[in-house]
C-alpha cells in the first residue's frame, strides 16, 4: 500500500471545481489547463506529442510497443516516478525503443482512455502493444535499476504477464517469467481477469517457487503475497487459502526480512503493511510472536531510512512503521514524546532535503501525513500551509487542510479550505473530483445552511461533468458514485429532484460510455 492511498488525509484523494463565471474567464482557465497539463508532463522532450490513437498508430508504422504512464500533475506517487524515474538519463535511452505516451488524466478524452485501458489509479504504467494489447502492467513502486530490470525482458524476449502467469500456474515459470511476474502490480490488474483464489493461488505459487538465488523477486513475491491475504481474509472462498498462507507465514516474512537487498527490495510493503499484517497474523498486538515480528519490522525500517540511495520521500516514509505499531498498541494513547520528536525531526530533514518539484509534491504530502499521525497539528498545518502558497497544484494542500480540520470537528475552518481548493483546482477530471470530495465533506457537516451549500455544489458538479465528453467515464464515474451515495437524503427533496430533471437531460450529449453511465446516475438517484 502506497502513502498516497491515505496521504493527503482524505481517501479518496480528489478535486473541486470552480465555475466560470463569464466567457473571458473560460478562456483564461483553459489557458491555465493547458498550461498545467504541460507543466506536469515529465520531460517533454521524450514523449509522444499528440493524441493517444496517434501514437498507437505510430507503433504500428514504427512496429513498436506502446509505453503509457496514466497519471496527474499533483498526483505524489506520480511526481516521486517522475523523479526516480522518468527523469534519469537511461529512462530517455530506452524509451528510444517504445512509442511513449503520457496521458494525463486531465486532457481530452482521458477518462475514456483510461476506463479503455482499465487504468483508474494514478499512477498506472503500461506496456501495450500497437493493437492495444496489454503485455505488462509495471509496479509503480520502483526505482530507476528495477525499473529497468522489469522492462529489459518484455523488450528483450517479447515477454508479457498473461502469458508468464499462465506459465507460473502450470508449474512451467522460468527465467525471466519471474522478474515480469516480480516487478508487475498485482493489485492493480484489471478486475475480472485475475481474481480471487486465482490470484491468490498463484501468488503463494510465486512465492513457493521462486528460485532461492533471486533474493529481489521472492521478497516481491512474499510481500505481494501477505498483502493479497490480507485483502482477502474476510472472503470466504479464499478462507483455506488464507489460512495456509497465515500458518507459513514465517517462512514469507524470512523471505522478507533476510537481508538489506531483500528489505530493499519489498521497502514499499515495509513502510505501509506494518498494522495490518500485524493484525492480520496476531490479531492483538501482544504475545513473543507479536514482539518480534514488531522488532524484525522496526529493524528493517530503520535499513531503510538509512539507505542513501532511496529517495526523501521513502526514507521519510520509513517512520511509518514504528507509528502504525504504537497505534495499534495504544489507539487512543498520545504517541510517546520520543517518537513524535523522532518524526517531527524526519519531517522537518526531509523538507529540508526536497529540492526538485518532483521531490515537494511527493514528500509534502507525507510528512504532513505523519506530523498528523504523531499528533503535531500545528506541524502539519504549518507544512501544508507553506507548500500551497509556493505549489503549482495548492488545491492539493488545500484539501488536506480541509481534511484535517474536519477530523478536529472545526467544520467552518474546513469549509474554507474545501472552497479554496475548489477555486485553484485546475484540469478537467482534477475539477470534477475535488468538487466531489467537496460535496462528500459538506454532506456530513450538518446545519442550517447544509441544505443551499449542497445544493449549490451539487449544480457545480454536474455544470462541470455534462459539460465534458468524458464527464462520466473512467475516475469521473467513480466520482459519480460518490456523489449519488452523498445525496441520499436529498433524493426526496423537490429542490434537488428538479436539479436532477434538468440535468439528465443533457446526458444525451457526452460520449457514448460517458452518455450510458450518465443515465444510470440519475435512474439511481431516483430510486
Known amino acids: 500500500m502506497k502513502l498516497t492511498q491515505i496521504a493527503p488525509f482524505i481517501l479518496p484523494l480528489g478535486l473541486l471545481l470552480h465555475a466560470c463565471a463569464t466567457t473571458q474567464k473560460a478562456e483564461n482557465e483553459g489557458k491555465e489547463q493547458k498550461e498545467h497539463v504541460l507543466q506536469g508532463q515529465p520531460q517533454p522532450g521524450i514523449w509522444f506529442q499528440g493524441r493517444p490513437e496517434e501514437a498507437f498508430a505510430k507503433a504500428k508504422a514504427d512496429n513498436k510497443l506502446v509505453f503509457v504512464f496514466w497519471g496527474a500533475a499533483w498526483c505524489p506517487p506520480c511526481n516521486e516516478l517522475k523523479s526516480e524515474v522518468f527523469s534519469k538519463p537511461r529512462f530517455a535511452e530506452l524509451m528510444k525503443n517504445f512509442v511513449p505516451l503520457y496521458l494525463d488524466g486531465d486532457t481530452d478524452l482521458a477518462q475514456v482512455w483510461g476506463e479503455r485501458l482499465s487504468a483508474s489509479g494514478y499512477p498506472t504504467v503500461l506496456v501495450l502493444t500497437a493493437d492495444g494489447r496489454e503485455l505488462y502492467r509495471l509496479s509503480t513502486s520502483l526505482n530507476e535499476e528495477e525499473f529497468h530490470a522489469a522492462v529489459q525482458p518484455v523488450l528483450k524476449n517479447n515477454q508479457n504477464f498473461a502469458e508468464a502467469f499462465s506459465r507460473l500456474e502450470n508449474g512451467d515459470a522460468k527465467g525471466d517469467d519471474w522478474k515480469v511476474l516480480a516487478y508487475t502490480s498485482w493489485d492493480q490488474l484489471p478486475e475480472g481477469r485475475y481474481t480471487g483464489d486465482r490470484l491468490l493461488n498463484a501468488a503463494k505459487r510465486a512465492a513457493d517457487k521462486v528460485p532461492a538465488n533471486m533474493p529481489k523477486e521472492k521478497a516481491l513475491f512474499a510481500a505481494n503475497l501477505l498483502n493479497l491475504a490480507v485483502q482477502q481474509k474476510d472472503d470466504e472462498e479464499s478462507a483455506n487459502a488464507v489460512s495456509d498462507i497465515k500458518m507459513e507465514s514465517k ?24 498494522k495490518q499484517t500485524a493484525e492480520f497474523l496476531h490479531g492483538k498486538p501482544k504475545g513473543k510472536a507479536y514482539e518480534d515480528l514488531k522488532k524484525r519490522w522496526l529493524k528493517a525500517a530503520t535499513a531503510i531510512a538509512n539507505n542513501a540511495d532511496n529517495s526523501v520521500d521513502t526514507r521519510l516514509a520509513a517512520w511509518n512503521p514504528a507509528i502504525e505499531f504504537q497505534k495499534l498498541e495504544a489507539p487512543n494513547a498520545p504517541v510517546p514524546a520520543k517518537l513524535k520528536a523522532d518524526v ?28 498528523r499521525q504523531v499528533g503535531d497539528v500545528d506541524g502539519a498545518r504549518k507544512i501544508l500551509e507553506a507548500e500551497a502558497a509556493k505549489s503549482d497544484t495548492p488545491w492539493y494542500y488545500y484539501s488536506s487542510l480541509a481534511s484535517l480540520e474536519q477530523e478536529l470537528k472545526n467544520d ?4 474554507g479550505w474545501a472552497a479554496k481548493a475548489r477555486e485553484s483546482v485546475v484540469g478537467r477530471a482534477s475539477k470534477i473530483q475535488w468538487i466531489t470530495n467537496d460535496i462528500i465533506l459538506n454532506a456530513k457537516i450538518k446545519n442550517e445552511d447544509q441544505k443551499t451549500y449542497m445544493l449549490n455544489l451539487t449544480k457545480e458538479y454536474y455544470d462541470t461533468a455534462t459539460s465534458l465528453d468524458d464527464g462520466f467515464s473512467g475516475r469521473n464515474w467513480t466520482r459519480a458514485k460518490k456523489v449519488s451515495d452523498s445525496l441520499k437524503d436529498w433524493q426526496k427533496d423537490p429542490a434537488f429532484t428538479a436539479l436532477f430533471s ?17 443515465q444510470q446516475h440519475f435512474a439511481e438517484l431516483k430510486n
Open 251 to 274: 517462512r514469507y516474512l524470512d523471505a522478507i526480512f533476510a537481508n538489506k537487498d531483500s528489505i530493499q527490495a519489498a521497502r514499499s510493503f515495509i513502510n505501509y503493511n506494518a
Open 344 to 371: 517531527q525531526a524526519a519531517a522537518a530533514q526531509a523538507d529540508k532535503n526536497a529540492k526538485t518539484p518532483y521531490e515537494r509534491h511527493a514528500v509534502v504530502s507525507t510528512a504532513g501525513y505523519m506530523l
Open 412 to 415: 467552518k475552518a474546513a469549509q
Open 502 to 518: 434538468t440535468y439528465e437531460k443533457k446526458c444525451s450529449g457526452l460520449e457514448k460510455e460517458s452518455q450510458k453511465n450518465c
